[in-house]
C-alpha cells in the first residue's frame, strides 16, 4: 500500500484553527461574551449557542415549577425552590440590644430559589 498524501491532512489542520485557550476575565463576563466564547470551542454558531441557553432556562424553570421543585447541572450546581411560610408579624426580643422589645413586621409566604454548588464545582476553585 501506497503513503498518503500529506497534503491532504495539512489542509484539515488548517481548516479548523485551534480556539484561544480559556483565562480568567478580570470583570465579569457579558452574556455576549459568554456566548461567542463558547460558540467559538463548541464549533458552533453563535445563535446555536444562544438557542441552548434560552432551551436550558426553560427546562430549569419548568422543573423548578413542577413536583420535585429541583433542577441540577451535573457536576456544576442544584438549584432547588424551598417554600418558606408566611410569619406573624408582633413584638419579639431585639437580638442587638437585650432587654429591649422591636416590632416585626408580617411577611408574606413565597418561594426561594437556592442554588448550591456541586463537588466537582467546588474541587474547579
Request: glycine share 10%.
Amino acid at each position: 500500500m501506497g503513503k498518503k498524501n500529506g497534503k491532504a491532512s495539512g489542509k484539515a489542520a488548517k481548516a479548523a484553527p485551534k480556539p484561544a485557550k480559556i483565562t480568567g476575565s478580570a470583570k465579569v463576563r457579558t452574556k455576549s461574551e459568554i456566548y461567542s466564547t463558547i460558540a467559538e470551542h463548541v464549533g458552533l454558531p453563535r445563535k446555536q449557542v444562544a438557542q441552548a441557553f434560552d432551551v436550558l432556562g426553560q427546562l430549569i424553570a419548568a422543573d423548578l415549577k413542577g413536583k420535585a421543585g429541583v433542577f441540577a447541572i451535573p457536576g456544576l450546581m442544584k438549584v432547588t425552590v424551598i417554600h418558606k411560610p408566611a410569619t406573624k408579624g408582633g413584638m419579639r426580643p431585639n437580638p442587638f440590644k437585650p432587654g429591649e422589645m422591636m416590632e416585626v413586621k408580617p411577611k408574606p409566604a413565597r418561594k426561594v430559589v437556592k442554588v448550591r454548588p456541586l463537588r466537582a464545582l467546588k474541587a474547579m476553585v
